[in-house]
């Protein structure tokens, strides 16, 4: 009976720690979710970006740009490749952080957690041979990069997710103010007044960029309209560019875009759930499905075990 004994309390042992795998997974993504929505939907509408709810990798990067001056900036920037260069600057400018990053900034936190991780792995691989120390250097140091990269396009797309939300209740209301009689100025301040967003608050500085004459009403909306992966919200700035260019009514086309953002959003939300069960089957056949059928089989094969 001792045999049987530990076998079931192997069995155990292994049903309970894929458990506890499926479990830490799951928590680790909603944490990871919960802290880039907190990221990106801030309360305060002109505090987009927090700081201390980036990943750290961004951080880092925030923190060096803010301590960073122009000179020593542009000889930072030299470190990384000009493809690399323009790939993170157009992932940062995505990403609506081009006000808090700087490709300067970026290139100091990446090589110091290149380093750090080049660091980790040498020592890591000291513990078995020269070729796994060779090999987990070069692992720490291919890791920062992309860790950079991945960290962007979580925030990236955390950002399309937040203007998928709120670009239809956006132009409904300032469609609702030109119909009213509002100039389009007047009908953008007074959503950027009642809503507290992250689309409220970007509208917001590009209205007081054009106000303030640092750039023309044209190139502040398009420079927004560039930073997002949106078609309808590119297709409002040409609807307001054009309005103001040549005299034609903007409430009626404002009034089809915020139908077609609407339904936009439902699609995606709609893919989202779609996924979800197809997202689910690989933990549930890695962690939980083997788990079950220990559980299950384990007894029917001690019993042919004793048997035989």
């Not at 990269?149 to 956006?170: C, G, I, N």
């Not at 040549?246 to 936009?264: K, Q, Y």
């Amino acid at each position: 009976m001792g045999i049987p004994g530990q076998v079931i309390a192997a069995t155990a042992f292994a049903a309970g720690a894929c458990g506890w795998l499926a479990a830490s997974a799951a928590l680790a993504q909603r944490k990871r979710t919960r802290r880039i929505r907190a990221c990106i939907v801030s309360p305060d509408a002109d505090q987009v970006v927090r700081g201390t709810t980036l990943p750290l990798v961004l951080h880092w990067a925030r923190t060096a740009a803010s301590r960073s001056g122009k000179d020593k900036g542009a000889r930072q920037a030299a470190v990384l490749p000009a493809a690399f260069a323009q790939r993170f600057e157009a992932k940062i400018r995505m990403a609506g952080l081009d006000h808090e990053i700087t490709v300067a900034g970026l290139s100091h936190a990446l090589l110091c957690t290149a380093a750090f991780l080049a660091l980790a792995g040498l020592v890591l691989g000291a513990a078995f041979s020269v070729p796994a120390m060779v090999a987990g250097s070069v692992a720490g140091c291919c890791a920062a990069p992309l860790w950079a990269t991945r960290a962007l396009d979580q925030v990236a797309r955390a950002r399309s997710r937040a203007l998928d939300a709120h670009l239809s209740e956006a132009i409904e209301v300032m469609c609702l103010g030109l119909r009213a009689g509002l100039s389009f100025d007047r009908a953008l301040e007074l959503y950027c007044s009642s809503f507290s967003s992250v689309l409220s608050a970007e509208l917001l500085r590009a209205m007081r960029a054009w106000q303030a004459g640092i750039a023309t009403r044209e190139k502040a909306l398009q420079n927004l309209a560039s930073s997002y992966d949106s078609h309808v919200l590119k297709r409002m700035v040409d609807g307001v560019v054009r309005s103001m260019r040549f005299g034609t009514p903007l409430a009626d086309t404002l009034e089809s875009l915020a139908a077609e953002a609407r339904h936009a959003h439902k699609a995606a939300v709609q893919e989202q759930v779609m996924k979800a069960p197809v997202k689910m089957m690989l933990p549930i056949g890695l962690l939980i499905l083997p788990s079950m059928l220990l559980l299950v089989m384990g007894p029917i094969l001690l019993d042919l075990m004793g048997g035989l």
